[in-house]
Protein backbone atom coordinates (compact mmCIF):
# COMPACT_ATOMS: atom_id res chain seq x y z
CA UNK A 1 0.00 0.00 0.00
CA UNK A 2 1.35 3.43 -0.60
CA UNK A 3 2.76 5.59 2.26
CA UNK A 4 -0.06 8.29 1.31
CA UNK A 5 -3.00 5.80 1.36
CA UNK A 6 -4.60 8.12 4.08
CA UNK A 7 -3.31 11.12 3.36
CA UNK A 8 -5.16 14.48 4.70
CA UNK A 9 -6.84 11.79 7.21
CA UNK A 10 -6.74 13.02 11.05
CA UNK A 11 -6.60 10.09 13.11
CA UNK A 12 -6.95 9.84 17.29
CA UNK A 13 -5.80 6.22 18.80
CA UNK A 14 -7.01 6.46 22.32
CA UNK A 15 -4.30 4.75 24.92
CA UNK A 16 -1.73 4.64 22.22
CA UNK A 17 1.82 4.86 24.27
CA UNK A 18 2.25 1.48 24.10
CA UNK A 19 0.96 -1.91 22.79
CA UNK A 20 -1.92 -2.41 20.79
CA UNK A 21 -3.09 1.33 20.60
CA UNK A 22 0.59 2.04 19.91
CA UNK A 23 1.06 0.10 16.52
CA UNK A 24 -1.97 1.22 15.28
CA UNK A 25 -0.78 5.08 15.94
CA UNK A 26 2.85 3.77 13.84
CA UNK A 27 1.09 1.56 10.92
CA UNK A 28 -1.80 4.87 10.46
CA UNK A 29 1.10 7.32 10.48
CA UNK A 30 3.35 5.41 8.08
CA UNK A 31 0.43 5.38 5.75
CA UNK A 32 0.26 8.83 5.30
CA UNK A 33 -2.44 10.26 8.16
CA UNK A 34 -1.87 12.76 11.08
CA UNK A 35 -1.76 10.83 14.59
CA UNK A 36 -3.14 12.07 17.60
CA UNK A 37 -1.32 9.74 20.40
CA UNK A 38 -2.94 9.60 23.72
CA UNK A 39 -2.55 8.52 27.06
CA UNK A 40 -3.84 8.93 30.50
CA UNK A 41 -0.33 8.71 32.81
CA UNK A 42 1.95 7.50 30.23
CA UNK A 43 3.31 10.69 29.72
CA UNK A 44 6.73 10.57 28.34
CA UNK A 45 6.27 6.83 26.68
CA UNK A 46 3.31 8.79 24.78
CA UNK A 47 5.68 11.92 23.94
CA UNK A 48 8.21 9.58 22.55
CA UNK A 49 5.86 7.38 20.64
CA UNK A 50 4.43 10.76 19.27
CA UNK A 51 8.03 12.20 18.16
CA UNK A 52 9.20 8.74 16.75
CA UNK A 53 6.18 8.90 14.30
CA UNK A 54 7.42 8.95 10.35
CA UNK A 55 4.56 11.58 10.08
CA UNK A 56 2.88 14.63 11.66
CA UNK A 57 1.74 13.75 15.58
CA UNK A 58 1.10 15.06 19.00
CA UNK A 59 0.47 13.79 21.92
CA UNK A 60 -2.24 15.02 23.93
CA UNK A 61 -2.76 13.65 27.26
CA UNK A 62 -6.28 12.77 28.52
CA UNK A 63 -7.77 10.12 31.19
CA UNK A 64 -10.76 9.17 28.76
CA UNK A 65 -12.92 8.39 32.39
CA UNK A 66 -12.63 11.93 33.03
CA UNK A 67 -15.40 13.60 30.82
CA UNK A 68 -13.70 16.59 30.73
CA UNK A 69 -10.54 15.54 29.60
CA UNK A 70 -12.25 13.47 26.94
CA UNK A 71 -13.88 16.40 25.46
CA UNK A 72 -10.50 18.64 25.67
CA UNK A 73 -8.77 15.37 23.24
CA UNK A 74 -11.23 16.39 20.79
CA UNK A 75 -11.50 19.29 21.08
CA UNK A 76 -7.93 19.93 21.08
CA UNK A 77 -7.45 17.54 18.01
CA UNK A 78 -10.23 20.24 15.90
CA UNK A 79 -8.16 23.17 16.84
CA UNK A 80 -4.90 21.89 15.99
CA UNK A 81 -5.84 19.94 12.38
CA UNK A 82 -9.49 21.34 11.91
CA UNK A 83 -10.45 17.88 11.29
CA UNK A 84 -11.28 14.31 12.30
CA UNK A 85 -12.05 11.12 10.42
CA UNK A 86 -10.72 8.28 12.55
CA UNK A 87 -11.72 7.50 16.14
CA UNK A 88 -9.77 4.09 17.04
CA UNK A 89 -11.12 3.66 20.53
CA UNK A 90 -8.37 1.65 22.39
CA UNK A 91 -8.19 3.05 25.65
CA UNK A 92 -9.11 0.70 28.24
CA UNK A 93 -8.53 -0.38 31.62
CA UNK A 94 -8.64 -4.11 33.41
CA UNK A 95 -7.39 -6.35 36.44
CA UNK A 96 -7.17 -9.93 36.98
CA UNK A 97 -9.82 -10.98 39.08
CA UNK A 98 -10.69 -15.04 38.83
CA UNK A 99 -14.75 -15.29 37.86
CA UNK A 100 -15.53 -17.00 41.00
CA UNK A 101 -13.96 -14.83 43.47
CA UNK A 102 -16.86 -12.38 43.82
CA UNK A 103 -15.21 -10.67 47.25
CA UNK A 104 -12.49 -9.99 45.41
CA UNK A 105 -14.25 -8.16 42.05
CA UNK A 106 -14.82 -4.67 44.83
CA UNK A 107 -17.09 -1.97 44.07
CA UNK A 108 -14.17 0.28 43.70
CA UNK A 109 -12.70 -2.23 40.41
CA UNK A 110 -16.05 -2.84 38.98
CA UNK A 111 -16.47 0.94 38.64
CA UNK A 112 -13.27 1.94 37.39
CA UNK A 113 -13.24 -0.83 34.77
CA UNK A 114 -17.13 0.69 33.07
CA UNK A 115 -15.61 4.49 33.84
CA UNK A 116 -12.60 3.91 31.50
CA UNK A 117 -13.96 1.02 29.03
CA UNK A 118 -17.90 2.31 28.95
CA UNK A 119 -18.22 5.42 30.24
CA UNK A 120 -15.30 7.03 28.83
CA UNK A 121 -15.31 5.24 25.28
CA UNK A 122 -19.32 6.59 25.05
CA UNK A 123 -18.49 10.18 26.32
CA UNK A 124 -15.63 10.32 23.94
CA UNK A 125 -17.32 9.16 21.00
CA UNK A 126 -20.21 11.21 21.64
CA UNK A 127 -18.32 14.19 21.50
CA UNK A 128 -16.48 13.33 18.00
CA UNK A 129 -19.32 12.31 16.45
CA UNK A 130 -20.22 15.67 15.29
CA UNK A 131 -17.42 16.64 13.78
CA UNK A 132 -16.56 12.81 12.38
CA UNK A 133 -19.99 13.44 10.82
CA UNK A 134 -18.16 16.30 8.32
CA UNK A 135 -15.79 13.89 7.10
CA UNK A 136 -16.36 12.06 3.97
CA UNK A 137 -14.45 9.02 5.18
CA UNK A 138 -15.86 9.19 9.22
CA UNK A 139 -14.49 5.56 10.76
CA UNK A 140 -14.76 4.60 14.28
CA UNK A 141 -13.04 1.75 15.14
CA UNK A 142 -13.31 -0.34 18.70
CA UNK A 143 -11.03 -2.23 20.42
CA UNK A 144 -13.30 -4.95 22.14
CA UNK A 145 -12.29 -8.17 23.72
CA UNK A 146 -13.47 -12.09 22.71
CA UNK A 147 -14.42 -11.26 26.46
CA UNK A 148 -17.24 -9.74 25.01
CA UNK A 149 -18.14 -12.76 23.01
CA UNK A 150 -17.73 -15.16 25.47
CA UNK A 151 -17.80 -15.61 28.98
CA UNK A 152 -14.05 -15.44 29.67
CA UNK A 153 -11.84 -12.37 30.35
CA UNK A 154 -9.54 -11.17 33.37
CA UNK A 155 -12.36 -10.31 35.16
CA UNK A 156 -16.21 -10.39 34.80
CA UNK A 157 -16.54 -6.66 35.31
CA UNK A 158 -13.92 -6.39 32.10
CA UNK A 159 -16.11 -8.95 30.04
CA UNK A 160 -19.64 -7.44 31.10
CA UNK A 161 -17.63 -3.70 29.50
CA UNK A 162 -16.31 -5.97 26.60
CA UNK A 163 -19.77 -6.74 25.48
CA UNK A 164 -21.04 -3.70 26.21
CA UNK A 165 -18.67 -2.03 23.87
CA UNK A 166 -19.97 -4.70 21.23
CA UNK A 167 -23.48 -3.74 21.43
CA UNK A 168 -22.59 0.30 21.34
CA UNK A 169 -20.92 -0.32 18.06
CA UNK A 170 -23.56 -2.08 16.51
CA UNK A 171 -26.39 0.41 17.60
CA UNK A 172 -24.03 2.96 16.45
CA UNK A 173 -23.21 1.47 13.08
CA UNK A 174 -26.95 1.51 12.86
CA UNK A 175 -27.69 4.82 13.60
CA UNK A 176 -25.06 6.94 12.59
CA UNK A 177 -24.12 6.18 9.06
CA UNK A 178 -22.30 7.20 6.71
CA UNK A 179 -20.23 6.90 9.55
CA UNK A 180 -18.77 3.30 9.58
CA UNK A 181 -18.83 2.06 13.14
CA UNK A 182 -16.52 -1.26 13.82
CA UNK A 183 -14.87 -3.58 16.41
CA UNK A 184 -11.53 -5.41 16.68
CA UNK A 185 -12.41 -8.48 19.51
CA UNK A 186 -9.31 -9.57 20.10
CA UNK A 187 -8.39 -12.57 21.68
CA UNK A 188 -5.16 -12.87 24.41
CA UNK A 189 -2.37 -10.50 22.92
CA UNK A 190 1.22 -10.47 23.72
CA UNK A 191 1.68 -6.55 25.29
CA UNK A 192 3.28 -5.02 27.86
CA UNK A 193 -0.09 -5.46 30.18
CA UNK A 194 0.06 -9.38 29.80
CA UNK A 195 3.80 -9.60 29.86
CA UNK A 196 3.99 -11.13 32.89
CA UNK A 197 1.18 -13.70 32.02
CA UNK A 198 2.65 -16.73 30.83
CA UNK A 199 0.19 -19.23 32.31
CA UNK A 200 -2.41 -17.79 30.02
CA UNK A 201 -0.36 -17.50 27.13
CA UNK A 202 0.85 -21.35 27.13
CA UNK A 203 -2.95 -21.90 27.63
CA UNK A 204 -3.89 -20.05 24.43
CA UNK A 205 -1.33 -21.92 22.26
CA UNK A 206 -2.32 -24.93 23.20
CA UNK A 207 -5.51 -24.37 22.23
CA UNK A 208 -6.10 -21.55 19.66
CA UNK A 209 -5.80 -23.37 15.74
CA UNK A 210 -3.00 -20.62 15.21
CA UNK A 211 -0.87 -21.52 18.16
CA UNK A 212 0.19 -18.35 19.69
CA UNK A 213 -1.19 -15.25 21.55
CA UNK A 214 -2.46 -11.85 19.13
CA UNK A 215 0.72 -9.53 18.51
CA UNK A 216 -0.42 -5.74 18.39
CA UNK A 217 0.31 -5.61 14.97
CA UNK A 218 -2.66 -8.93 14.05
CA UNK A 219 -4.52 -6.24 16.09
CA UNK A 220 -2.92 -2.96 14.05
CA UNK A 221 -3.95 -5.21 10.66
CA UNK A 222 -7.55 -5.45 11.50
CA UNK A 223 -8.34 -1.73 12.51
CA UNK A 224 -6.41 -0.97 9.16
CA UNK A 225 -8.67 -3.43 6.91
CA UNK A 226 -11.70 -2.11 8.30
CA UNK A 227 -11.24 1.68 8.13
CA UNK A 228 -10.34 0.27 3.96
CA UNK A 229 -13.43 -1.35 3.45
CA UNK A 230 -15.92 1.39 2.41
CA UNK A 231 -19.03 -0.79 2.83
CA UNK A 232 -18.19 -2.55 5.97
CA UNK A 233 -20.12 -1.32 9.23
CA UNK A 234 -21.69 -3.27 12.17
CA UNK A 235 -18.64 -5.86 12.09
CA UNK A 236 -16.99 -7.40 15.42
CA UNK A 237 -13.93 -8.15 13.80
CA UNK A 238 -12.83 -11.49 15.85
CA UNK A 239 -8.72 -11.49 15.84
CA UNK A 240 -7.79 -14.79 17.82
CA UNK A 241 -6.37 -17.49 16.01
CA UNK A 242 -9.53 -19.08 15.81
CA UNK A 243 -9.67 -19.88 19.92
CA UNK A 244 -13.18 -18.89 20.62
CA UNK A 245 -13.89 -22.21 17.71
CA UNK A 246 -12.50 -24.64 20.87
CA UNK A 247 -14.00 -22.55 23.87
Not at 67 to 79: F, M, P, R, S, Y
Not at 110 to 125: A, E, P, R, S
Not at 160 to 178: D, E, F, H, I, R
Not at 179 to 190: H, K
Request: aromatic share 6%; glycine share 8%; proline share 4%.
Amino acid sequence: MSDSEFHGRVAIVTGSSSGIGEETARRLSALGATVVVNSASSVEAGEAVSASLPGTSTYIRADIADQAQGHALIDQTIEKYGRLDYLVNNAGWTTSIPHHDLDGLTDEVFQKTFDVNVFGTWWLTKHAIPHLRESDDANIVNITSIAGVRPVGSSMAYSMTKAALNQMTLLLAKSYGPIRVNAVAPGLVATPWTADWEDQHAAVAAMAPVPRSATPDDCAEAVLALLRNKYTSGEIFVVDGGLTQRM
